[in-house]
């Protein structure tokens, strides 16, 4: 069975600085997927940044990007030059081959001005 | 206009009573989920359907029925509400997850408060 650990309860950087959330999973597919979903105070559900497992290069959106290490089953996310709309829950996210989503408990990230 | 919509966002009822919430997405996905967020902030999943029929039942209180009058609408009852019941339930549409994993697009969510 998957399971997800986000070992950051929470967590605040100043704004324009750079943090990053940590996330380790374990699976025992060799395809699966890997997402950040991001919940503000609105409390909506959205996507962040996702990886395919057999994909070598890392994935990035604008100020998002990830670290991805296979073999350490590793999956931080980087936020670049943070912004106070940053602010939120961060969920971590596994999803095996045609299957079911994976949570982790969440960081929450303050962004301070 | 709303990609997924749950109604209602807010519900407040008793222990013992038998409520329902509605989903419906307009995007076109095969494959629609209910997942709940307690009030730890975690987030699990609950059912999956894809085409209306049944593909994931995780183990939840026999309770919860899920209905799935098309594939644009997965709707949640719950009989006999418990106070644990108490929680944020997400609907979520994708497409036929297949070979591939694809985006799972969330709804508002509907927090449901017994007491």
């Known amino acids: 069975a998957q399971t997800v650990t986000q070992s950051q309860p929470e967590m605040s950087v100043q704004e324009a600085e750079t943090v990053t959330l940590s996330c380790t999973y374990d699976?025992?597919?060799?395809?699966?997927?890997l997402f950040w979903y991001k919940q503000p105070p609105s409390r909506q559900m959205i996507l962040v940044i996702r990886q395919e497992a057999y994909k070598q290069q890392n994935a990035t959106e604008n100020r998002f990007s990830v670290n991805f290490q296979k073999a350490a089953k590793s999956f931080s996310l980087k936020i670049s030059d943070s912004q106070l709309g940053d602010t939120a829950m961060y969920f971590c996210?596994?999803?095996?081959?045609?299957?079911?989503?994976?949570f982790g408990a969440g960081t929450i990230l303050r962004v301070k001005s | 206009d709303t990609a997924v919509s749950q109604t209602p966002k807010y519900l407040v009822t008793q222990m013992g009573n038998d409520k329902s919430i509605k989903c419906e997405q307009n995007?076109?996905?095969?494959?629609m989920y209910w997942y709940k967020q307690d009030s730890k902030k975690f987030l699990k999943i609950m059912f999956s359907y894809n085409n209306k029929e049944l593909i994931i039942n995780e183990t939840v209180p026999n309770r919860f029925s899920p209905k799935s009058p098309d594939k644009a609408h997965l709707n949640l009852h719950i009989n006999s509400l418990e106070l644990g019941d108490s929680a944020v339930y997400f609907c979520?549409?994708?497409?036929?997850?297949?070979?591939?994993?694809?985006?799972?697009?969330f709804g508002p969510g509907t927090r449901l408060t017994v007491t």
């Open positions: 979520a549409s994708s497409q036929d997850p297949g070979q591939e994993a694809y985006e799972q697009y």
């Open positions: 699976t025992s597919e060799n395809n699966y997927y």
């Open positions: 996210a596994c999803m095996e081959y045609g299957n079911k989503l994976v």
């Open positions: 995007l076109g996905h095969d494959t």
